[in-house]
């Protein structure tokens, strides 16, 4: 089955700073990716996705970049606000709607 | 706002008694929900995939038994943790796809505590 790792486990950056989250997977057979934010004791949210269709995607502050061949993706958050501060989860699946096999998780700390 | 409704948010129980976790969809069908366990400090681990009007899919290691899933409508999923021990406390979350192949949402999850 699918294996995603995730690095850092933790990560503390400075407000205005960039933080970056990268992952990997195992199964060639995952073609979407998701990334969730979860703060204490709540659901994860959706924060952005992409598909293996794509190298890049951009949200406002958000971007995440997939490289197929080598099976990593990577969460780029830039000029981190206190808000930011949470849990980020990703995770591969073979489509979207599909099961999730999610990583380990980061724990972010923005400090102001 | 939410598309999943997960109830209870929190539930108490004694060591040995069942536990019964709901979890619709709000104005859509969901075929297919998925069930996760997660503990604390850890990631989620997904324990089954609940299938309207059949059986649920168990991940290896999850004992179908003891976590009774349950899909008898198109809007509404249920486990059932039976004779619940201490080490079953967790947080459980659903999820479900608006379109079944839109990205997942995820229910507001239920904290179980075991005494």
């Known amino acids: 089955g699918e294996n995603v790792e995730q690095h850092p486990s933790t990560l503390s950056v400075q407000e205005g700073d960039s933080a970056v989250i990268k992952c990997t997977y195992s199964?060639?057979?995952?073609?979407?990716f998701p990334w969730y934010k979860q703060e204490l004791g709540k659901r994860p949210q959706l924060i952005i996705d992409?598909?293996?269709?794509?190298g890049e995607k951009k949200d406002q502050r958000i971007a995440v970049t997939l490289n197929k061949t080598a099976k990593h993706f990577s969460l780029h958050i830039t000029e981190t606000q206190p808000e930011d501060s949470a849990v980020y989860f990703c995770?591969?699946?073979?489509?979207?709607?599909?099961?999730?096999?999610f990583g380990g998780g980061t724990r972010v700390l923005v400090k102001p | 706002g939410a598309v999943v409704s997960q109830h209870p948010s929190r539930v108490i129980c004694k060591s040995g008694t069942s536990v019964k976790i709901e979890c619709r969809s709000l104005d859509f069908q969901a075929t297919t929900m998925f069930w996760y366990r997660q503990f604390p400090k850890q990631s989620l681990m997904l324990m089954a995939t609940?299938?309207?009007?059949?059986?649920?899919?168990?991940e290896q290691g999850v004992e179908k038994d003891k976590f009774l899933i349950n899909h008898a409508s198109l809007t509404l999923s249920t486990l059932t943790v039976t004779s619940a021990h201490p080490e079953d406390s967790s947080f459980y979350i659903c999820?479900?796809?608006?379109?079944?192949?839109?990205?997942?949402?995820f229910g507001n999850g239920t904290r179980l505590t075991v005494t």
């Open positions: 609940s299938n309207e009007g059949s059986k649920a899919t168990y």
């Open positions: 199964d060639s057979a995952s073609n979407y």
């Open positions: 999820s479900a796809s608006l379109t079944g192949n839109s990205p997942l949402h």
């Open positions: 995770a591969a699946s073979p489509a979207a709607g599909n099961k999730l096999t």
């Open positions: 992409i598909r293996s269709n794509v």
